[in-house]
């Protein structure tokens, strides 16, 4: 138990310290933009639902390969916030809620969002690449898939998930859900699947940069990261 107890110190430590202190004092006020997104996300789910609503929604935020690129950057951003028909909303809401507000208080709002629209942003370019490759190629798509609508907030959520846990030395973390990502490509091979692989590679790519302005200011010089940044210096 104390072994264990060591581990998930070693492992969330510093981001349970980070995120705790502004939690407590502001409670929800801490989390202006998460319950901005968690509420939008309620409504295009409720909205969507409804037979008067469906087509609105599916205009405004529904991604899919076969569109006009112009077109599916237009909806990208509103994409993020549509949850998958499909699936239970109350599981993509509570995902929403807790990745995207941890990271929020670690981050910031707009680092937050950022990182959010890279990876969703991933997802949705790869799914053209992927297709015009074909299914036979190692990284193709079915043509059918042209027809599938986007990962909506998953692949923002994975990708964040992956941010925060590498940011602040949750490494096993970040592996975690790198390898868990890989095993739902293995055990179930879809768009969706591959989407946030790509929105992994995407974010993989951030850390990297990430590391190389701590590692090489001078070669990649980066603002001052002081109080109310969010950003702890880089372990190294």
């Keep these: 138990m104390k072994t264990l107890a060591h581990w998930a110190r070693a492992e969330w ?3 349970y310290v980070t995120a705790r202190e502004p939690l407590l004092k502001r409670r929800l006020g801490a989390l202006p933009m998460t319950v901005a997104v968690v509420c939008l996300t309620a409504v295009l789910q409720f909205v969507q639902n409804e037979p008067w609503g469906y087509r609105f929604v599916q205009n405004l935020g529904a991604v899919r390969a076969e569109d006009p690129l112009w077109l599916a950057l237009l909806r990208t951003p509103l994409s993020l916030f549509v949850p998958a028909l499909d699936l239970p909303v109350w599981g993509a809401l ?4 807790f990745v995207f507000g941890v990271a929020e208080v670690c981050l910031g709002w707009w680092r937050t969002l950022g990182i959010a629209y890279v990876a969703t ?3 949705t370019l ?3 690449v992927g297709i ?3 299914r036979h190629a190692p990284f193709g798509l079915p043509w ?3 027809q599938v609508v986007d990962t909506g907030p998953s692949a923002a959520v994975v990708g964040l998930a992956v941010f925060v846990a590498w940011r602040y030395g949750a490494y096993a973390t970040a592996g975690a859900v790198t390898a868990s990502m890989v095993v739902e490509v293995l055990v179930k091979e879809n768009l969706a699947g591959k989407e946030h692989l790509a929105a ?3 974010v993989g790519s951030l850390c990297l940069l990430t590391a190389l302005r701590h590692r090489y200011p001078y070669l990649l010089p980066r603002r001052h990261a002081g109080p109310g940044s969010g950003l702890p210096p880089l372990r190294s």
């Design 132 to 134: 015009d490759l074909g």
């Design 200 to 202: 992994l590679m995407a």
């Design 13 to 15: 430590g510093l981001l």
């Design 144 to 146: 059918t898939d042209a």
């Design 94 to 97: 509570a995902q929403v809620l």
């Design 121 to 123: 942003l991933a997802g």
């Design 126 to 128: 790869y799914a053209r």
